[in-house]
């Protein structure tokens, strides 16, 4: 059998694995995407946590060579970040509205 070691973070076949987490989270996804979607929206949050996590060492790296941001930029770039989240809900509310360009995690509702 493959082993999971050998793939890029996007490649390889599909294995299953457990995963545990509380009952009511599980429900709130499921409610989100129904059963089938389930995968593909864990899938999705962990590609966002990687995303997070090699944002955070970039940071923390770039502080460590030149130090620590002034007042002035971490203003901004929360300004920035804010922005851009605002965008992103904006974005997320008209695909829904509109039903285009739906991720495939969010394909079907469960009744």
Do not use: C
């Not at 009511?24 to 059963?35: S, T, Y």
């Not at 007042?71 to 285009?100: L, V």
């Amino acid at each position: 059998m493959d082993s999971p070691e050998q793939y890029g973070k996007d490649e390889g076949p599909a294995q299953k694995v457990s995963v545990s987490m509380p009952a009511g989270r599980i429900a709130a996804v499921k409610a989100r995407v129904g059963a089938r979607g389930f995968s593909a929206y864990v899938s999705a949050a962990v590609e966002r946590q990687i995303q997070r996590d090699l944002l955070e060492e970039l940071l923390q790296a770039k502080e460590a060579e030149i130090g620590p941001p002034s007042p002035g930029i971490q203003e901004w770039a929360e300004e920035i970040f804010r922005e851009a989240e605002t965008m992103a809900a904006n974005e997320r509310a008209a695909e829904e509205r509109e039903g285009d360009g739906d991720p495939e995690w969010r394909g079907h509702k469960a009744s």
